[in-house]
């Protein structure tokens, strides 16, 4: 159930290394105030999936091996924000994940939202979520998927009742290629390289909050509700 709050909630971006729990909190803000939860990686695949001319596009470049580039991105994105859904605030998780995605978002804020209400300016709430490089690992490494259900585990944290077995069907788990011990370290030092910047970059304009992503999932979720709803405002 969505919670009253007066005016907007605002953009909400949030950021934090591979593991640290984004996409459960961005669900849970989403499912508190009624504002929609916007993934890049969810929309390249619907616009795969409904074959857009820009999913078309997406298709033929992943094919070819290479990344899908920032303007593809930026014109899905803004497609998406420009939805009816997201006049009163959105949460992004995943993007931006460069410090000139971070420019782009700011730009197009400025252009599409701040000249409608020109005496008030929704500057996105930035949160990151700081997690243990150790509990990370914990939670990356240890996690485990049900190839009939989907259900996910944490053989450290969250095990199944039978070792590698599902709880649900009795499948035998599997380890997804992105929870590989050599494709962790990838993608901690890419996020290292590409992302970390993207804080800098909202640092610098001191507009960025940290809260402890190592404590249990409803802990971090208190601490995001305190920072969002010390800066939400009307727009």
């Not at 007066?6 to 290394?17: E, H, R, W």
């Not at 729990?21 to 990686?41: N, V």
């Not at 994105?77 to 000139?100: H, S, Y």
């Not at 610098?204 to 601490?223: F, I, M, Y």
Request: proline residues 6%; negative net charge; aromatic residues 6%.
């Amino acid at each position: 159930m969505a919670e009253e709050i007066s005016g907007s909630i605002g953009p909400i971006v949030l950021l934090g290394p591979p593991g640290a729990g984004k996409g459960t909190q961005a669900k849970l803000i989403a499912e508190k105030y009624g504002i929609p939860q916007i993934s890049t990686g969810d929309l390249l695949r619907q616009h795969v999936k409904d074959a857009t001319g820009l999913g078309l596009l997406a298709k033929d470049i992943m094919a070819r091996g290479e990344l899908v580039p920032d303007e593809l991105l930026y014109d899905m994105v803004a497609q998406r924000l420009r939805e009816a859904d997201c006049k009163r605030g959105f949460v992004l998780d995943g993007f931006p994940r460069t410090a000139a995605q971070a420019g782009w978002l700011d730009a197009f804020l400025e252009h599409e939202f701040f000249e409608k209400s020109r005496d008030k300016k929704c500057l996105p709430i930035v949160i990151r979520i700081d997690v243990d490089y150790n509990d990370l690992i914990l939670r990356l490494t240890g996690r485990r998927t049900c190839p009939v259900c989907g259900r996910i585990y944490n053989v450290h944290l969250q095990p199944p009742r039978v070792d590698e077995l599902c709880d649900i069907d009795g499948s035998k788990l599997v380890i997804r290629n992105d929870d590989r011990p050599e494709v962790i370290r990838e993608r901690l030092h890419a996020y290292e390289q590409q992302t970390k910047p993207v804080a800098d970059y909202y640092q610098d304009k001191g507009r960025l909050v940290s809260v402890n992503g190592s404590l249990p999932a409803e802990q971090v979720s208190e601490q995001i509700f305190r920072v969002i709803e010390s800066r939400a405002w009307g727009c």
